[in-house]
């Protein structure tokens, strides 16, 4: 086998092209360092094996009286002229990955269309001898009736070349392009990609975007816009209604402290007042949550000051209840009580109030008696590494104390008023009967209370540490 390689270098050449395709296809897509490597060494062995053997693809083949040999080395040269160019491209494409990433794979993608149609006119010229004048004439009267032909779509091509030069929106962007909003997925010759928030995939063509008006939510990056408009009822005092969505917007953990948050009046007429909160999140994937987050805070929290949000019954009686009473109607917990059982149960809880900054319940401390939060904000923090970490927010109508109540044990979190909070206290040697007597409750608070002790354990549990992989461009640069 060695004697017939050395014997016919062509065959060699071959084999070395051969050899390229089948370890460019073997080696994954991971080890792209090493699949750049392996294709400038095949290209430089193919090179030296073309050389020695006396062909030069700046010259046509030698052997014009063997027709099959000649034949088979007019191939090699031309193949040397394509593989160039394959290397060529491949090593600029990798350039160009490290500076501008994926975002540059329409340049890269023109300039590879450039690279090998210098290389087939060369192979032309140089290797078939042709004349290139008369093929470059011929090229371009084709060129003009191909691109009469495809008008639209090299607008489309240019459009792009276009915005990926002014680069307006990147990959993993969330952008709006004419109403039409997602997150872009992919910009190629013809259209640019986009995965909406159902899930569904929009092609528009870059000719189009070119000339609509583009909406980037990406940009200022790690920042986007989240706003819920609140109607309320036009006889409700603004300060009360500005200060209820106050406290539900600093109920809301997710949403960013810089740029803050704010509340402001949309709009008021007779019929009702429209007040927005405003802010921002991290990721775009928040903004859904948060949204429904703010509008349940500030239902609850408009509620606790005595305001309601606008409906098309608002003026139809409706039965007046004490504060403790329907704190009771709107739990999860208390709702399955009886009407005659809420109404004892409320005479039976104490308002109590904690300014901001005061510890309501302390980690480790076993509670005699359960809170239900009436008014403001309660920050939920726990200890990590020896270093507090806020998990949570709670609002009106959640409560507090319940492990000591079931278990005669204690939570490891520290509860605290964020604002001024106003809270109904109920002592344990009421409510535990009632816990013996009704199930269905003893389980709901029982389930509250196993949430809260899984997600403390999911908050200070040891994660691991994930090493950094390493490739051989990175290995090359710390050897330099």
Same mark, same amino acid.
């Given at each position: ?66 027709? *099959? ?66 093929? @470059? ?25 276009? @915005?990926?030069?002014? #680069? ?36 528009? *063509? ?24 609140? *109607? ?64 349940? @805070? ?119 008023? #964020?604002?001024?909070?106003? @809270? ?57």
């Amino acid at each position: 086998m060695l004697s017939l390689l050395t014997e016919h270098p062509l065959f060699s050449a071959l084999i070395l092209i051969l050899l390229d395709l089948g370890l460019w296809r073997l080696i994954s897509s991971r080890g792209s360092e090493w699949k750049l490597l392996v294709r400038v060494l095949i290209f430089a062995l193919f090179s030296i094996v073309l050389f020695n053997e006396g062909l030069n693809p700046m010259e046509p083949a030698p052997w014009a009286d063997n027709v *099959p040999l000649h034949l088979a080395a007019t191939g090699l040269q031309i193949g040397w002229w394509l593989f160039g160019a394959r290397t060529l491209t491949v090593l600029i494409g990798a350039a160009m990955m490290q500076r501008v990433g994926h975002t540059g794979r329409l340049l890269q993608d023109l300039l590879g269309a450039v690279i090998f149609l210098i290389a087939i006119i060369a192979a032309l010229a140089y290797v078939l001898d042709l004349p290139v004048k008369g093929v @470059l004439a011929t090229s371009g009267a084709l060129a003009i009736i191909v691109g009469l032909a495809l008008q639209s779509t090299l607008s489309d091509v240019f459009s792009g070349i276009v @915005l990926n030069t002014t #680069k307006p929106y990147q990959l993993d962007d969330w952008i709006s392009i004419d109403g039409t909003e997602g997150r872009v997925t992919d910009i190629d010759w013809r259209a640019t990609r986009l995965q909406t928030s159902q899930g569904s995939m929009a092609v528009i *063509p870059n000719s189009l975007a070119a000339k609509a008006k583009i909406i980037n939510f990406s940009r200022p990056s790690n920042m986007f816009g989240v706003s819920v408009s609140v *109607p309320v009822s036009p006889h409700a005092r603004p300060s009360s209604v500005i200060e209820a969505l106050e406290r539900a917007m600093q109920g809301c953990r997710q949403l960013l402290d810089t740029p803050a948050p704010s509340v402001s009046l949309k709009s008021s007429a007779s019929g009702g007042a429209e007040y927005e909160i405003s802010g921002f999140v991290a990721s775009m994937g928040e903004k859904r949550v948060v949204r429904n987050q703010l509008f349940d @805070l500030a239902y609850r929290h408009l509620q606790a000051s005595g305001v309601n949000l606008l409906s098309s019954n608002e003026t139809s009686a409706a039965p007046q209840l004490s504060r403790p009473r329907a704190l009771l109607e709107s739990s999860p917990i208390f709702s399955t009580l009886r009407e005659e059982e809420k109404d004892t149960f409320s005479q039976n809880m104490t308002l109590q109030t904690f300014r901001a900054g005061e510890t309501i319940l302390a980690g480790g401390e076993v509670s005699d008696h359960l809170f239900i939060i009436e008014s403001g904000v309660v920050s939920v923090t726990l200890k990590r590494h020896g270093a507090p970490l806020e998990s949570g927010r709670m609002g009106p109508g959640e409560v507090i104390g319940e492990a000591g109540i079931l278990s005669d044990t204690a939570l490891p979190a520290d509860f605290s008023a #964020k604002t001024f909070c106003a @809270l109904y206290r109920i002592e344990r040697s009421y409510l535990k009967p009632c816990l013996d007597a009704r199930h269905d409750i003893h389980d709901a608070m029982q389930a509250l209370l196993d949430f809260r002790l899984h997600k403390a354990q999911s908050l200070t549990e040891e994660t691991p540490v994930v090493a950094p992989k390493r490739g051989f461009l990175q290995w090359l640069r710390n050897r330099v």
